[in-house]
């Protein structure tokens, strides 16, 4: 029986706590300064009774605490593949890595198998931080790895599939055909991503061009349009210089099922709309932000008054704009507001017009 106070456990405990405190919150910041999204960084110390059972479980691997490398152990769980190297190029900045004792299990993995992939990095303080020397002899393991690589290791936890020897052949293969779906899945979204960001570049490309004739409205193209396009940026600006309001950047996502209701399908169709609609917009705009003290208004505003200015000068009927308003929101007593308040703005405005 390893005696617990023999390994120096508790003479280690604040010097590793210390060590894992300093270590969490450089990586957060570092990674938070990067602009990488993640979904965690997560940290731990281990339990003596972890000490120990690793001890016991491999006595000729190590012979005290100092020689295991994971007594602190740190996580960064990330949502793409493309990010593990990235944040592992950050670590390498922040810390003194032990490259002969790091893994990276992405590499080791057979080519015909599936299964747990990670980069685990042993770490250590760099000296010229000016960190007590105490501190910096005491090693640390940073694991990085996808969000489904993660789900894929905690299923592995759970099941106890520790090994595979004395496990069913049938339940080894369906294991492994199950590990092969997340690393298929993985690869997928990264695809995925890499594709939007294509797709996303294209339309930008096209929208300096100028040309947008056969550009459908979708998420990413109205979005690129409010901020890439001259005459809607120009025209959205005069908004909000009626009340000196800043813009703020807000998704217009919520405008494509609006937008596809009165028939604007291609970005071509919302400047047709806006030189057709612009003097009655502005004017509805006027009404509601001159004298105001309204210091913010979302990016996708002059989507809001083009369309309130398409309904009122439009020839809606009252079923018409209670559909119209249905794909905004699903409360009938607003819908309803919303109805009333355009026939009143109609025979208010398309009056004085005519």
């Known amino acids: 029986m390893i005696n617990i106070n023999l390994i120096g456990y508790y003479d280690h405990l604040e010097n590793y706590k210390k060590v894992e405190d300093i270590a969490w919150h450089k990586l957060r910041d570092a990674i938070d300064a990067s602009g990488i999204r993640i979904m965690q960084v997560t940290s731990r110390v281990k339990s003596a009774e972890s000490v120990m059972g690793k001890l016991r479980r491999k006595p000729d691997h190590y012979s005290t605490i100092l020689d295991m490398t994971d007594v602190v152990g740190m996580r960064v769980i990330c949502y793409f593949a ?11 900045e922040l810390f003194v890595v032990d490259e002969e004792n790091s893994i990276d299990r992405r590499n080791v993995i057979a080519a015909n198998t ?10 250590s303080l760099r000296k010229s931080d000016e960190y007590d020397d105490e501190l910096t002899n005491y090693r640390f393991e ?9 789900t894929w290791a905690e299923i592995e936890h759970d099941l ?7 496990v069913p052949r049938h339940i080894r293969r369906e294991f492994s055909r199950m590990a092969s779906l997340l690393e298929v899945a993985d690869e997928g979204f990264m695809r995925i991503k890499n594709d939007l960001k294509d797709y996303t570049d294209s339309v930008i490309s096209t929208l300096e061009s100028g040309d947008v004739e056969n550009i459908t409205i979708d998420a990413i193209s109205i979005g690129e349009f409010i901020k890439y396009n001259a005459a ?3 025209f959205t600006k005069s908004i909000a210089a009626i009340s000196g309001a800043e813009l703020i950047t807000v998704s217009a996502e919520q405008y494509i099922n609006q937008l596809e209701f009165i028939n604007i399908h291609t970005l071509k169709d919302i400047l047709v709309l ?8 502005m004017l509805l705009a ?4 001159e ?3 309204i210091d913010e208004l979302a990016s996708t505003v002059g989507l809001y008054f083009l369309c309130r200015a398409h309904l009122i000068w439009g020839d809606y009927n009252e079923i018409e704009l209670t559909k119209y308003f249905d794909t905004e929101t699903q409360d009938p007593r607003k819908i309803a507001r919303n109805v009333t308040r355009i026939l009143s703005q109609r025979e208010r405005y398309v009056g004085k017009d005519k």
Do not use: P
Request: proline share 0%; glycine share 8%.
């Open 82 to 92: 493309d990010k593990i190297d990235a944040i592992g190029d950050i670590i390498k």
């Open 114 to 123: 599936f299964g747990y992939m990670s980069l685990h990095n042993i770490c």
């Open 142 to 150: 940073v694991q990085i790895r996808t969000v489904l690589q993660h």
């Open 160 to 166: 106890g599939y520790k090994t595979e020897f004395g």
């Open 232 to 234: 809607f940026n120009e």
């Open 274 to 281: 806006l030189e057709k609609q612009r003097d009655h917009a």
């Open 286 to 289: 006027k009404n509601v932000l």
């Open 291 to 293: 004298n105001s003290e």
